[in-house]
């Protein structure tokens, strides 16, 4: 039996840019995936999880099913065709991720199968880890996510922060300050990539870029995006606006200098909400009042439309600002 431990991951800044080119900058969280895996003898893959009631058989190269097992098994096909495992494999999963929640419970998921699958090697790089899950996203599960998630919980590390090019997966791990507490807040509103939303975005802003003659959308002119139909122009405004303050936060967090790094995140909600239009109103609410009971910066994180947010707080002040920030809104959930 080999096992895998994942950890899950959160988005300081840099949303939307991972398939545009961008820098983004996400950090590792306690919370984890665990993954075991046996090998069965058997021609078809048994899945459970300690989070849903049902022990699932599947053929092991049937496609995918809509199905949360579809995580693991892509990840178990993807090893088979690399000669990594043989026949079936007996799975059990645990996790304390919740699903759904912008906190790429599914990349862990991917990656821990991968590692558990490869784990007789020698040696596997943790980028080429990343990459494969990407594939099995994008082409078993049907997503067409960037490369953000799998590097950031393949590579990353809970207290550090991930600078990461996702142009040519280059990055630099950076310890965040301990005078900043990274919260992550659970809003209580569901959300899911499948239901085409998350597809269309990605669409709209690679129109964007092909309208502006450019390979990454980062690399736009802001004022000849002027020009673009009104949707591509909100769309290309926020990616490469977002591309700019991404980098610039590097630079801050290196510096320690939080006012500014929170004025940043602040920054990139409002241009999540107004540009590319992927918060909702309740949304909005719970990250003005995060601002007004002293958080330094506070915004969506993940792709949107429900799911997390995250707010960067002066350590000393985190317990009284979460004290306030839940009373006035006791339906949502401190995640880390």
Not at 36 to 55: E, M, T, W
Not at 135 to 141: G, K, L, M, R
Not at 200 to 227: H, I, T
Request: negative net charge; glycine residues 10%; contains cysteine.
């Amino acid at each position: 039996m080999t096992t895998a431990t994942i950890p899950g991951r959160v988005n300081l800044i840099g949303e939307w840019i991972d398939f545009n080119g961008g820098t983004v900058l996400p950090m590792a969280l306690s919370q984890s995936v665990e993954l075991q895996l046996r090998a069965n003898g058997q021609d078809y893959d048994r899945v459970r999880s300690a989070q849903f009631p049902d022990c699932i058989d599947f053929a092991i190269n049937a496609p995918a099913a809509g199905h949360w097992s579809d995580y693991v098994r892509g990840g178990l096909q993807y090893a088979r065709r690399q000669g990594w495992i043989g026949q079936g494999q007996d799975v059990t999963l645990k996790s304390n991720l919740p699903v759904g929640a912008g906190l790429s419970s599914s990349a862990a998921t991917i990656v821990a199968a991968l590692r558990a699958a490869s784990a007789h090697l020698a040696a596997v790089d943790p980028v080429q880890i990343a990459l494969a899950a990407k594939a099995v996203e994008n082409d078993f599960i049907g997503v067409p996510c960037g490369i953000m998630d799998q590097m950031a919980v393949a590579v990353g590390a809970p207290g550090c922060v991930l600078a990461l090019d996702t142009r040519d997966c280059s990055y630099q791990v950076i310890p965040l300050p301990a005078d900043w507490t990274i919260a992550v807040v659970h809003s209580g509103i569901g959300r899911a990539l499948a239901d085409g939303r998350y597809k269309s975005r990605r669409e709209e802003c690679l129109q964007a870029a092909e309208a502006l003659g450019v390979a990454y959308l980062c690399d736009g002119d802001l004022e000849a995006s002027r020009a673009l139909t009104p949707v591509l122009a909100r769309r290309a405004r926020h990616v490469i606006s977002e591309g700019h303050r991404s980098l610039q936060a590097v630079t801050v967090l290196r510096a320690g200098d939080r006012q500014a790094f929170g004025a940043l995140m602040n920054a990139s909600h409002a241009s999540l909400r107004d540009d590319l239009e992927v918060s909702v109103p309740e949304m909005d609410a719970m990250v003005r009042d995060a601002a007004e009971f002293g958080a330094a910066g506070a915004r969506l994180t993940g792709a949107g439309f429900g799911g997390c947010f995250v707010c960067l707080i002066d350590t000393q002040r985190a317990g009284a600002w979460w004290h306030e920030l839940q009373a006035r809104h006791p339906g949502i959930q401190r995640i880390a």
